[in-house]
């Protein structure tokens, strides 16, 4: 029964959920934390067991240019390379390759692009973005897609018919889910029209996942809203819905009040790299000559390991660049987004979640209180 | 009973002790891990906890210039603002301002020089040093000393004079040792003489420890032996011995033969830092192409965490530069040394140092066999 998909509970358009996978099951909605390279930075695989981490999504443009797909196959496939036995998901590459590479052109075949690591010229089309992931062998696999900017409605459309027609291609190399299945990706930039064209365009196809790809690109948070809005009606309501690269704690309420599954997001590890921390009233940033002297945890709501040090020390640390501020910063926010994500599961289950939703706003978007 | 210590058997001239400190108590030889900024680098405190580390270093000059010892003291002291609840030394600044400050300039009653963080003028001298020690609050305070290069014979001279001088400043600034055990430093770089009269200065006090200072700055392994040989007979056999900035394997070796009982070095962390990694058949770096696809833990021989990561898989993080390469192999290189110290104390126990002594450098010294 891998990859099948459960929803054990709803609350609105919000759904609390299982999905089944060879590595274990994933409780849903679930946030994957990012690891690049195949290690979440600077936190270990035992670390994130603790902090029930479900889902970790690593970078297939990454892991192709270094160490090479092919290594990791030879050395037993990511789970066993990074030491990871629960669920991975990679995605396709298609992202980096216009984000990262220092030079792209694009053909209705594929992209040949330069790599960011020696500038060598590589190419990537969704015959190898597949063959890439079966040597990486994550449990959930994504189609190579187009991820164009999100307000250029002729370039939008162009993306959404290559990634329906790269779909295809996808699904012809990698034809059965029995060990990794394959989700589609929904494009159409900030366009209604195009949105749910290419969402009708992934459910042509019969697949264990749907992905919404595209967003978190540079469009505004009411524009990213209205995407979800016209996207999220269209997919099945017995798969798995995927918003790519969406992270912020207030979008992931929006996310999941409308009903998306699994999100992903590199923004815990990298905000912890400059010294920023989530709290329940709102992002803080260590280096705040006001901390200088707070004997307090980052967040008293927290009960990690990081939370038995004080701001005080944490500010020392990212003052002076150790390394444990990376360590201890990246343990606490990926701990304040997985808990968060699954306190909304609990709330979906009790039928809560507006209410929980609601206060969680007010307190984030409203900032630190004074007296805490 | 704090700062006592006890001999509980000795193997020709080494010796396994109990130096009893208000943080608990610490089996000698031990080998301290160093904490320059109040973090021993990219390792938690339960890290160091799980590796059996019984005592750290940190830096009096560091943590004077940042955070400051007065905010220290604020947060409660070092041990509960670096969240460690073990002994704790700290070293009296003396060897940082020559080595590290941008200029020095040295009188008789102190040096002063410039931060290396921000150009600051600043002053050390045996009263501060005392009272940003007390300040720090660790369980072994270091006297103020002069470090000079060892072997300008007037220069280590002055320094033998100079260091006389400033213990018994440091001893009237610092005259208890209830809460925190002050330890003397013999000088006098390569010069037997020197040493000996260093040593005999050192000695006319009355203190819990004595220190080693002035080695491992740049004389050869055969020059440190010999200033060893001259200095160990001369001090207390009821008092613990401690070889300041000593931590190669081999060095271990000699120092415990001699009977040494306490050492520290940044070296575990810091070779980490550049990839490299300590094995029972000598040092390797893991950047080296033949790590490639080699599927083998760093030293089977060692059973921490960073033994269920291949050797192909921490290559790949040391050439990416991902944070977790400095984690697991700073894990594994402080439990190299730790472990390593530990057996010698077992093989003093049971009388067989020597034997384990020379199957360890034979191993160590002979590289890294091809079978393994």
Redesign the interface.
């Known amino acids: 029964m891998s990859f099948e998909f459960e929803v054990i509970a709803t609350d609105g358009l919000a759904r609390a959920g299982i999905l089944h996978t060879p590595h274990g099951d994933i409780p849903t909605p679930v946030f994957a934390p990012v690891g690049t390279?195949?290690?979440v930075?600077?936190?270990?695989p035992?670390d994130l067991e603790s902090l029930d981490v479900k889902l970790i999504l690593a970078n297939t443009y990454h892991l192709f240019l270094?160490?090479g797909d092919e290594?990791v196959r030879?050395?037993?496939g990511l789970h066993q390379?990074?030491?990871w036995q629960g669920p991975l998901l990679t995605d396709s590459g298609g992202f980096q390759v216009f984000s990262l590479a220092q030079i792209n052109t694009i053909d209705d075949e594929g992209v040949t692009f330069r790599s960011h690591l020696d500038g060598s010229k590589q190419r990537l089309d969704p015959q190898r973005s597949m063959a890439i992931q079966q040597n990486l062998g994550a449990d959930i696999i994504m189609a190579f897609d187009q991820c164009p900017r999100p307000d250029n409605r002729d370039e939008v459309n162009a993306a959404v018919e290559r990634t329906r027609r790269w779909l295809a291609q996808c699904r012809a190399a990698h034809p059965h889910d029995d060990e990794q299945a394959l989700f589609g990706i929904v494009q159409g930039g900030i366009f209604p029209d195009l949105r749910a064209k290419s969402a009708r365009y992934a459910t042509d196809m019969d697949l264990k996942g749907y992905a919404i790809g595209g967003l978190a690109v540079g469009e505004s948070k009411a524009e990213m809203v209205a995407a979800l809005d016209e996207t999220l009606p269209r997919l099945p309501e017995n798969r798995p819905r995927y918003l790519m690269g969406v992270g912020e704690p207030d979008d992931l309420v929006e996310g999941i009040l409308r009903g998306v599954d699994i999100f992903d997001c590199v923004i815990p590890t990298r905000l912890a790299r400059h010294g920023a921390a989530f709290t329940h009233h709102g992002r803080i940033n260590l280096r705040n000559a006001r901390f200088?002297?707070d004997?307090s945890p980052i967040d008293a709501q927290l009960g990690n390991?990081a939370s038995?040090?004080?701001r005080?020390?944490l500010?020392?640390?990212v003052?002076?660049k150790?390394?444990?501020a990376?360590?201890?910063v990246s343990l606490h926010n990926v701990d304040f987004l997985v808990r968060h994500v699954a306190n909304m599961r609990r709330a979906i289950i009790d039928g809560q979640l507006k209410a929980y939703a609601a206060q969680f706003l007010a307190r984030y978007m409203g900032g630190e209180s004074p007296v805490e």
């Open positions: 390279a195949g290690t930075k600077a936190l270990t035992r270094r160490p290594l030879d050395m037993g390379f990074m030491n200088k002297r004997e390991y038995q040090f004080s005080a020390y500010r020392h640390l003052m002076s150790e390394l444990l990376h360590y201890l």
